[in-house]
């Protein structure tokens, strides 16, 4: 069973570090744009707007970006605390990102390319990575 726990920390590692870096970097112009679109639209909805943050969108996909990347790794190679911690941190950016898509005004199409889904998946997944060891300790 911890063989299974560790593919499942490392495959939602690399998930995270990947879309991460996706963020950061440069990519394809079509999908820079629509990456552009969304984080205007999800900085519209941000749940730091309740304390009286507005964030700027590129800063917004910028800090999100890192988080994930550096969540990731620390899912991947970090010490148990820091996995625990990490999990935690991509939970919450999960949650964040399905009231994104709960509060704007999404199209099917435009859900089916975000990956509406696969926002329930690694969550999903952290969850149990996170909840895991403190079952099997009692």
Not at 8 to 13: A, C, D, F, K
Not at 68 to 73: F, Q
Not at 112 to 119: K, L, N, Q, Y
């Amino acid at each position: 069973m911890a063989l299974m726990l560790a593919a499942l920390r490392i495959l939602l590692g690399g998930f995270f570090m990947l879309t991460g870096a996706a963020k950061l970097s440069p990519v394809a112009a079509p999908v820079s744009q629509q990456l552009k679109v969304l984080f205007t639209r999800f900085a519209e909805v941000c749940p730091l707007k309740l304390f009286g943050y507005q964030p700027d969108p590129r800063s917004y996909q910028t800090a999100v970006g890192w988080l994930e990347l550096l969540a990731g790794a620390l899912l991947v190679a970090g010490p148990p605390l820091l996995q625990g911690i990490s999990t935690l941190l991509l939970i919450l950016l999960m949650m964040a990102f399905r009231l994104g898509l709960c509060c704007c005004d999404f199209t099917c199409a435009t859900l089916a390319r975000v990956g509406h889904s696969f926002c329930l998946i690694p969550s999903s997944g952290c969850v149990v990575v996170w909840m895991w060891p403190c079952t099997q300790s009692s």
